[in-house]
């Protein structure tokens, strides 16, 4: 955990972004969840425009924001390659610098299970 300016103790966390298809959102979701190495799952429907192997795709689907301290990171990672059905599922971890400590050292605590 790093020391904020006011002293207190403000823990590493990071949000790891995926785009699931909808059909399979919530089975991933509670997967992470029941293992205790992601504190909160947040589920938004969204419509993915991309190109797969030379073909225009329309997909609607679920973004899931995955909130999880940076040192769980990779264990989230590799499950949920190995839960998702992509060949190539998207993964992006991004780091929280800064927000609510109560917040902040909730995710920490709940993801030391």
Same mark, same amino acid.
């Given at each position: 955990?790093?020391?904020?300016?006011?002293?207190?103790t403000?823990?590493?966390?990071?949000?790891?972004?995926?785009?699931?298809?909808?059909?399979?959102?919530?089975?991933?979701?509670?997967a992470? %969840?029941?293992?205790?190495? &992601?504190?909160?799952?947040? !589920?938004? $429907? *969204?419509?993915?425009?991309?190109?797969?192997?030379?073909?225009?795709?329309?997909?609607?689907?679920?973004?899931?924001?995955?909130?999880?301290?940076?040192?769980?990171?990779?264990?989230?990672?590799?499950?949920?390659?190995? %839960?998702?059905?992509?060949? &190539?599922?998207?993964?992006? !971890?991004? $780091? *929280?610098?800064?927000?609510?400590?109560?917040?902040?050292?909730?995710?920490?605590?709940?993801?030391?299970?």
């Amino acid at each position: 955990m790093e020391e904020s300016g006011n002293g207190a103790t403000e823990p590493e966390i990071c949000v790891i972004f995926s785009t699931v298809p909808v059909s399979k959102s919530r089975e991933i979701a509670r997967a992470l %969840l029941d293992q205790h190495i &992601v504190a909160c799952v947040n !589920m938004m $429907p *969204v419509r993915s425009w991309y190109r797969w192997k030379g073909k225009f795709c329309d997909d609607e689907e679920h973004l899931l924001m995955l909130k999880t301290r940076k040192d769980m990171a990779e264990k989230v990672i590799m499950e949920l390659k190995a %839960l998702h059905p992509y060949e &190539v599922p998207e993964i992006i !971890m991004l $780091p *929280v610098t800064g927000g609510h400590l109560p917040y902040l050292a909730w995710v920490h605590e709940e993801t030391n299970g």
